[in-house]
């Protein structure tokens, strides 16, 4: 299996620009995460999907972010318009969720892509 | 905060050595993992220890859980210097299936 696959590695672009980060998760797997990871606040949880739906979207800064995940297969991450503070290396993960509403046997291990490193000037 | 502490924040030791990381959390959780970030990569997963164990092992790394003081540390014995990299904790509470990843520990081992 190829793994987690995230696209573009490298993002740079200028202020009130739009930025759309790709994910595509490892093939069975039903549930994905997206992460915003920089030095002063660490890894954070952005959103999450479980069956391409949105469970808990409470990590999302703002509405200039907003994701989806149209199949099983592939997500998005898109930030509109970009502000300098929105640089930060984004991570997508995807797990398999089993069980009803993930209950105490679904362990949850994640899997995570190489990340895309977004730069806004 | 949910995030709870890792400590050291950084570490510094000769390979050979063992390195000791501890995890610290606040409330309740339904499982417990390590994860390992290698500088410019993404997070990979070690281990998994759910809240009814107390140890677990895997080749050189061994995990220890004390849910009555709400933490957990990571020992990697006889370390290597591909073993340098960042080192997290991530808890998944029984409220949620989200986990929650500590801060990190940077383990610098050196040749």
């Known amino acids: 299996d190829a793994g987690v696959i995230q696209s573009p590695r490298h993002e740079v672009t200028e202020m009130g620009q739009e930025v759309t980060l790709r994910c595509k998760p490892i093939?069975?797997?039903?549930?994905l995460f997206w992460y915003r990871q920089t030095m002063m606040r660490g890894l954070e949880l952005l959103i999450y999907f479980n069956n391409n739906v949105p469970i808990d979207d409470s990590g999302m800064p703002e509405d200039r972010f907003s994701a989806k995940m149209p199949n099983a297969s592939f997500s998005t991450l898109k930030i509109q318009p970009s502000e300098p503070r929105d640089s930060a290396v984004y991570f997508c993960?995807?797990?398999?969720?089993?069980?009803?509403?993930?209950?105490?046997?679904?362990?949850?291990?994640?899997?995570f892509g190489a990340g895309t490193r977004l730069s806004v000037l | 905060s949910q995030q709870g502490e890792e400590d050291p924040q950084a570490l510094s030791i000769q390979e050979g050595e063992n390195a000791t990381m501890n995890c610290s959390y606040k409330?309740?959780?339904?499982?417990l993992q390590w994860y390992r970030q290698n500088s410019g990569r993404g997070l990979v997963h070690l281990i998994l220890i759910r809240s009814n164990e107390r140890e677990k092992h895997s080749g050189r790394l061994r995990v220890t859980l004390d849910t009555s003081k709400k933490s957990s540390s990571l020992l990697i014995t006889a370390s290597r210097a591909a073993d340098t990299a960042s080192y997290f904790c991530?808890?998944?509470?029984?409220?949620?299936?989200?986990?929650?990843f500590g801060s990190g520990t940077r383990l610098l081992v050196r040749p």
């Open positions: 993960a995807s797990s398999l969720r089993m069980g009803l509403a993930g209950g105490p046997s679904a362990p949850n291990i994640q899997y």
């Open positions: 093939s069975g797997h039903n549930s």
């Open positions: 409330t309740s959780i339904n499982n």
């Open positions: 991530a808890r998944r509470m029984d409220s949620s299936y989200k986990l929650i």
